[in-house]
């Protein structure tokens, strides 16, 4: 009955499982107030706005040169934004009977559906903010490859195929294997 | 000028640079074209591999943007057509709001008795006497004529409903002293009251253990229970019935996993019965508490059938097996068996109380016990405190009646606790199919009652229960029965159980 014996621990990508009937009830039982807010107004507008205040501060600060202060902006967004997104798990109170605490917010967003207008924008935001960035960096060889490993760790996890996956076993939870006896009924 | 020597392909270049410069004269009008054009004169700087990588990237957003929303296979949503929609809809045909009765269903409805008071010697609608062995009322305390009183003058105070739950105008001077006094009584700190005694452990449950959680649950719990369970979305290894082998042995299996896979330390809880409201057997108190103390669970005890029949004063389990009721977190018990009154409350710390005030959902959403109810249940309480044991002995002395008659009893078996005042008899024969088995005990209660006995089957949801349980009967002995009636009904059940069982067995249907 050991559930030990049945784990791959070893394995390099694992994937959280697919809602079951509980989880479903769980997630349709009340609307998801820790995901739902990318879709209000002013949700998109905030992205340029703190782009541009980091970008402000970093180039106020003395030492800091325009160049530098954009490959910061840059570094610093792709930071915030992999840890908001896809970083943090779970809600952070609880109204659904924590059905959502294996899930990261990108895999939140819109129930799960793939290609919504919120996820689009923020793919192509990265995209663009890294655009920028190398393009006032004077495309100097470094800040490009600094640049770009910032926006790969943002985007690879946005891509639908890595949806619900896990790499290395980052995010390991308690007994709630694929394999283990969960609740019978 | 040509290109070559076919005049044809000439023409096809002048047409291609036509059109080139057309749409780049197009493109120039566009607002932001400038800057875009330098933007992509500047950016090549003679590095050709990062322009093409940038080119992908600006490939892979332009893909992702116009793709078109999909549904995620997450949610199961089934795509139908219009055509099949509508095929779906006209083959719908609706079905009858009340199907109509199986033959189970129409023996239940019919073994249905109706009585016309809740005394032990009550009268059948059709006049005759009849002996009450159904009933919950262990101690007599129902006919209580103190206890009535304080109700009656309760409902002239108050009104019958409590008007609204708990936490919204619902809660009087009753509850609280009620909960007081329960508290006082078992020796606990604190004490809440629930309005219904199946929605008392189905609420504690869930309040205290979620998502991830580990309850280690006797695997014959109730159906309270089993609902509980089911809504904390716990995981949850079961133990074989009031084995302590089999707990500590899965306790230990979860330890080692715990140990082995370096899990994030969750909830734990061991849930079990004081008496099985499904077997009467008792659980091994002492055993439990020192395996819960040794692997660091907490203990949630659901004494409904316990408490205000074991212990030498009626404390419940804790109090017949001497341990200290701090050492159980969660006590659970009823109010509507012994203590005549109506609903549950689950006893322990104070922290633990109220946090189920706003967490306990049976106490947020429904409304509060009744006050008269409320006010017999501590009225009850304080006789039992002024009683000082002499009711919980004359309880255990009648059931042990009822065991020895029973003894050496070729047709029944029983697995109650000498101390449980429920006592559940099965066949010995488990060979008979189940639904015979049922058929003939269902042909022992109907002749008990024409004898002016009132038994009953145990009675459960079999479709939603988690195990098959052997059919057996139920018999609910009291301080109100006197011995004469116990004898008589043993009896009874010895005597004409080999009729019944010739008769069914027999008659191969």
């Given amino acids: 009955m050991g559930s030990s014996s049945r784990r791959r621990s070893s394995s390099l990508v694992t994937k959280v499982p697919n809602p079951t009937i509980d989880d479903r009830l769980d997630q349709g039982s009340a609307t998801n107030y820790n995901s739902n807010w990318v879709n209000y107004k002013g949700a998109w507008i905030i992205h340029i706005v703190l782009i541009a205040a980091l970008r402000l501060v970093f180039h106020a600060v003395p030492s800091v040169s325009r160049e530098l202060a954009w490959t910061l902006t840059n570094l610093t967004y792709m930071a915030g934004s992999f840890i908001m997104f896809h970083w943090v798990t779970g809600t952070p109170f609880e109204f659904n009977g924590g059905a959502y605490d294996r899930l990261t917010m990108w895999e939140q967003l819109d129930e799960g559906n793939q290609y919504t207008p919120a996820r689009k924008y923020l793919l192509v935001l990265p995209i663009i903010l890294f655009l920028l960035s190398t393009h006032y960096t004077h495309y100097n060889g470094w800040m490009f490859l600094v640049n770009i490993w910032a926006l790969f760790m943002v985007l690879i996890p946005k891509l639908p195929a890595v949806h619900r996956k896990r790499i290395f076993g980052i995010q390991k939870f308690a007994l709630h294997d694929d394999e283990s006896e969960t609740v019978s009924r | 000028m040509s290109y070559s020597t076919y005049p044809f392909v000439d023409d096809v270049y002048a047409y291609y640079n036509q059109t080139v410069t057309f749409l780049g004269k197009i493109l120039d009008i566009l607002p932001g074209s400038n800057v875009l054009k330098t933007y992509i004169k500047s950016s090549y700087q003679n590095d050709p591999l990062r322009t093409f990588i940038e080119f992908l990237l600006f490939v892979f957003a332009a893909y992702y943007v116009l793709r078109k929303p999909k549904t995620s296979p997450d949610n199961n949503y089934v795509e139908l057509t219009e055509k099949e929609i509508n095929e779906l809809v006209d083959d719908w045909k609706p079905e009858p709001l009340v199907s109509p009765l199986d033959d189970m269903e129409k023996l239940e409805l019919n073994s249905l008795t109706v009585l016309e008071s809740t005394h032990l010697s009550t009268k059948l609608t059709d006049g005759r006497p009849i002996i009450n062995f159904s009933s919950f009322n262990f101690l007599g305390l129902a006919e209580n004529k103190y206890i009535n009183d304080a109700a009656v003058k309760t409902l002239r105070e108050s009104g019958l409903g409590a008007c609204g739950p708990p936490n919204f105008y619902g809660s009087q001077d009753k509850h609280i002293r009620l909960e007081k006094d329960i508290a006082s009584f078992i020796g606990v700190e604190a004490a809440i009251v629930y309005a219904q005694s199946f929605q008392t452990i189905s609420s504690v449950i869930p309040a205290f253990s979620k998502r991830g959680d580990i309850l280690v649950v006797d695997e014959a719990c109730n159906f309270a229970i089993q609902k509980g369970i089911q809504i904390s979305r716990s995981t949850i290894r079961y133990f074989k019935h009031n084995d302590m082998k089999d707990l500590e042995r899965i306790l230990q299996e979860l330890q080692n996993d715990f140990q082995r896979h370096n899990r994030p330390l969750t909830r734990r809880f061991i849930i079990t019965e004081g008496i099985s409201e499904n077997f009467g057997d008792m659980v091994d108190l002492a055993k439990v508490v020192a395996l819960k103390k040794k692997y660091k669970y907490r203990l949630i005890l659901d004494e409904s059938w316990s408490f205000g029949t074991c212990g030498r ?180 059940l010895k005597e004409n159980t080999d009729s019944m069982l010739k008769k069914h067995i027999e008659s191969k249907a």
């Fill in chain 2, 313 to 492: 004063t009626g404390k419940g389990l804790t109090e017949h097996f001497s341990v200290p009721p701090n050492d159980v977190e969660m006590i659970i018990g009823s109010l509507n068996t012994s203590l005549a009154g109506g609903g549950g409350f689950c006893a322990g710390s104070t922290l633990m109380v109220e946090h189920q005030r706003l967490s306990g959902m049976a106490f947020i959403f429904s409304a509060a016990l009744p006050p008269v109810l409320a006010t017999a249940a501590y009225e009850a309480i304080a006789i039992l405190n002024r009683d000082g044991g002499s009711m919980l002995n004359d309880l255990r002395s009648k059931c042990a009646l009822f065991h020895a008659a029973l003894t050496r009893n070729e047709f029944f078996d029983t697995t109650s606790d000498l101390e449980s005042p429920v006592i559940f008899l099965h066949l010995t024969k488990k060979s008979i199919p189940y639904a015979k088995q049922v058929a003939i005990l269902q042909d022992l209660v109907d002749f008990c009652k024409d004898q002016g006995f009132l038994i009953s089957r145990a009675k459960r949801v079999e479709k939603m229960e988690r195990l098959k349980l052997q059919p057996s009967l139920r018999i609910c002995i009291s301080t109100g029965h006197t011995n004469q009636q116990i004898e008589s009904l043993s009896s009874l």
